[in-house]
């Protein structure tokens, strides 16, 4: 079972930054690709970024040029560098990790904060 621990949330102000990170253990299989999706109140959960092994990316188009993920394939973590933060990236952010065979697996989800 693969475990995924979140670390980085917290509060703060318009124009801040915070930078997430993930990390993956336990798993059996090489991890294809790595992402972070938030939640905010009363609303779907939502792609932000994602990036391959190969460390191909993608963002939406409300977070390009203020976010940046990375990845550290020996360490099985991935991170989101949150620069511009604005008061509608408030959400949860969860980490999500996709193996090579196919299972997809969620981190329990951390709180951003952004106030204006």
């Known amino acids: 079972q693969v475990q995924l621990v979140e670390s980085g949330g917290g509060l703060v102000q318009a124009g801040g930054s915070l930078r997430l990170s993930c990390a993956a253990s336990?798993?059996?299989?090489?991890?294809?690709?790595m992402g972070w999706y938030r939640q905010a109140p009363g609303r779907q959960r939502e792609l932000v970024t994602i990036?391959?092994?190969?460390?191909?990316?993608n963002y939406a188009d409300s977070v390009k040029g203020r976010f940046t993920i990375s990845r550290d394939n020996a360490k099985n973590t991935v991170y989101l560098q949150m620069n511009s933060l604005r008061p509608e990236d408030t959400a949860v952010y969860h980490c999500n990790v996709r193996l090579i065979n196919g299972a997809s697996y969620w981190g329990q989800g951390t709180q951003v904060t952004v106030s204006s």
């Open positions: 336990g798993s059996r299989y090489s991890i294809n690709v």
């Open positions: 990036i391959s092994r190969g460390g191909n990316t």
